[in-house]
């Protein structure tokens, strides 16, 4: 009878889950980054263009969305990291698994750091 | 078919293939600066002082009044838009069938990650801080009161 493959890096479990959440969030700060050239732009129209723009950011909805592209980045750049280790470090393939949690930790110290802070300028 | 399996042994295109290289190995050098730049970029904008409620033309205008940010966001711009874009590229190689909309995709990824690159870096190196003619209480604090 065949049996599951065990332990491939990109099958199942944190492999495949680590990839595809760096696809979505590369996805997603791929788009961000679109925007933000073309609002960053706006500051050779004129100051007032430039803060009309920004300053319909500067509501709680955008506020939140911040949130959300901070925590993107965090996954995508630490995993990225992740990766280049795997590919690079002779013992990369082996402790994947165990940085993908570190990466997770990481992630999530930074956030929770940043959240409140963030949070207290957008509603303070 | 956008993805073709090859035979075991067939013979390999050398240069499409170190063109594939260069660009697997760029996705690295490219994100590990970024990490850097990206979070500089963000600990400036987003957390220090004020944060996001500090971002205004007179914050950019003391910024880019600044070299070493000039410098940090044009890296920023080029390195950035480039590895975003090759990673959209392997997506639509991955998810498209058809090979003229693959081809189409992938182009006008190029396209836009080109008009973008090079609007951002035209923004960067004409701005004016001190702008004739605007309300002196928007700009830096530097700029002389007519
Ligand atoms: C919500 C978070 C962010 C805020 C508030 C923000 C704010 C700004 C501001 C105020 C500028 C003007 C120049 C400067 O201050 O350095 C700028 C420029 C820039 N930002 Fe961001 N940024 C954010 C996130 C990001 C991210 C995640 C990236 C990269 C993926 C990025 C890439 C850039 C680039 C490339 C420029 C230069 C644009 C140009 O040359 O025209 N920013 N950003
Ligand atoms: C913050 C630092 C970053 C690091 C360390 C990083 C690292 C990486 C790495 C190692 C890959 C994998 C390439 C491969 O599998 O061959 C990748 C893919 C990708 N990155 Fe980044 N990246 C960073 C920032 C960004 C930014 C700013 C964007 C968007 C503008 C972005 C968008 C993408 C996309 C769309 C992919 C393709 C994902 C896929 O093929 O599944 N990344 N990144």
Known sequence: MPTMPAGTLYRGKVGMWSWVLHRITGVAIFFFLLV???????????PEAYNAVISTYKTPLIGLAELGLVAAILFHALNGLRIILIDFWRKG???QNLMFWIVIAIALIAFIGFAPRHLSHVFG | MSVVIEQPRSPRNRNQANLEKYG?????????L???LIFGHLFTNLFAGEGIKAIDFAFVGGKWSDPFWKVWDLAMLWLALIHGTNGMRTIVNDYTSKENIRKALVWSLWGICAVLVTLGTLVVFTFDPCPAGALPELLPSFCPTA
């Open chain 2, 34 to 36: 970024l990490v850097i």
């Open chain 1, 36 to 46: 933000h050239v073309l609002d960053t732009a706006l500051v050779r129209l004129s």
């Open chain 2, 24 to 32: 697997w190995l760029y996705m690295r050098l490219s994100g590990a």
């Open chain 1, 93 to 95: 393939v082996k402790y």
